[in-house]
């Protein structure tokens, strides 16, 4: 495959991930914070590959899917991580609710219902002992190598 061609296969790969996680919100599955914000590279390395199909094969254009690629697998492990407890996460989304100290039970309630739903900490889905951010990591690297030999060849 010539470096288009792969730029193409990895930016499919990126919407396959990304209509993924949209299946798995319709089918009941709320994504967290974390979640969400592991779908932006991933829209970016669409466009990218979009920029690619339009203006032709770019070494550059190539390097940055790379770069999307690599963004969306270190989020992912970062997520996976504190799925783990290997790490905390972000304490809105992690069950700590930070600065409890001299608040009124008034704003204690108002912190509490403004917090999200969805917790960044608890895995929702998992497959074969891996979770939707493990797999996530997982494709995401798959890409960003596809990515890089497409610089490569570009």
């Not at 309630?109 to 997982?138: H, Y």
Request: with cysteine.
């Amino acid at each position: 495959m010539n470096g288009k061609q792969l730029s193409l296969l990895a930016g499919s790969g990126s919407a396959a991930l990304l209509l993924a996680a949209l299946g798995f919100q319709a089918a009941g599955y709320a994504p967290c914070e974390l979640c969400i914000l592991q779908r932006w590279p991933h829209v970016a390395a669409i466009v990218i590959a979009l920029l690619i199909l339009w203006l032709g094969n770019s070494r550059l254009l190539a390097i940055m899917g790379a770069i999307a690629a690599g963004a969306a697998m270190g989020l992912a492990i970062y997520h996976s991580g504190v799925e783990l407890r290997w790490w905390p996460g972000p304490a809105h989304c992690s069950g700590g609710v930070g600065g409890l100290t001299g608040m009124s039970a008034q704003d204690l309630l108002t912190k509490l219902q403004s917090a999200p739903v969805v917790r960044c900490d608890e895995v929702a889905w998992r497959f074969l002992g891996l979770s939707m951010a493990a797999w996530n990591a997982i494709w995401s690297a798959l890409l960003a190598g596809i990515w890089v030999t497409a610089a490569r060849r570009g």
